[in-house]
């Protein structure tokens, strides 16, 4: 039973650029959602997922942006690229209307020159 | 100040120790308390999941949660080089976003 998956691990961009991240959720599960997790940090929030729709969001500008498949795997865009938006880009998915954790991928580490 | 304090560490300790780890929260509306290990270039791995205050033991993991005094601690018992890693609390209310603290990095020598 496959986990999360992310793609692409690495990412390097250049300051001004446009990134697509992806995301696969756990088997059975309909909720995701995407953090940032800068060095030394522990990651922040950034949306919530269901139902293709984006059902809460954290404190990140409308540079971040995202989007759920009726298959329930999701992208997030980033627009405009700063050379703050450097970090791992965790997403975890879960089971909605159920009190479970979230399972986390293994990331995918973007770098912003 | 932050939501969710946690001492970034780092922490060593010598193989076969018992490793202690806590996180304080301001936030009395958390109800769900979790701790995850993380592995350099990797993302979160879930060890415990907590709702009620008390203890919740699994392998060499205890997990302990103080409402009252908003504060959650995690135990490893005899620790091995294995465990070395960073360890995060993360926590929420009824539903929705995480909460992380800052996360320890441990180091278990052996």
């Known amino acids: 039973d496959a986990g999360v998956t992310q793609s692409p691990t690495h990412l390097i961009k250049t300051r001004g650029q446009q990134v697509t991240l992806r995301c696969s959720p756990k088997?059975?599960?309909?909720?995701v959602s995407w953090y940032q997790q800068a060095l030394g940090q522990g990651p922040q929030f950034i949306f919530q997922?269901?139902?293709?729709?984006?059902?809460q969001r954290g404190n990140f500008p409308d540079r971040f942006s995202g989007h759920q498949f009726p298959n329930y795997s999701s992208e997030l865009n980033v627009n405009a690229l700063l050379l703050g938006d450097s970090a791992l880009y965790l997403c975890?998915?879960?089971?909605?209307?159920?009190?479970?954790?979230?399972?986390f991928g293994n990331g995918t580490r973007l770098t912003v020159t | 100040q932050k939501e969710v304090e946690q001492d970034p560490g780092p922490l060593s300790v010598p193989e076969g120790a018992i490793v202690s780890l806590n996180c304080t929260y301001s936030?009395?509306?958390?109800?769900?308390f979790m701790w995850y290990r993380q592995y350099s270039r990797k993302g979160p791995e879930l060890l415990m999941y907590?709702?009620?205050?008390g203890n919740k033991e699994d392998g060499r993991f205890t997990a302990q949660v103080d409402k009252s005094s908003k504060y959650i601690s995690l135990f490893i018992r005899d620790s091995q080089p294995s465990d070395s890693a960073t360890y995060l609390c993360?926590?929420?209310?009824?539903?929705?976003?995480?909460?992380f603290g800052a996360g320890t990095q441990v180091v278990v020598t052996p």
């Open positions: 975890a998915s879960s089971p909605d209307g159920d009190n479970s954790p979230l399972h």
């Open positions: 088997s059975g599960h309909d909720t």
């Open positions: 936030n009395s509306a958390f109800q769900y």
């Open positions: 993360a926590m929420r209310g009824s539903w929705g976003k995480l909460q």
């Open positions: 997922y269901y139902e293709e729709e984006e059902r």
């Open positions: 907590t709702y009620s205050s």
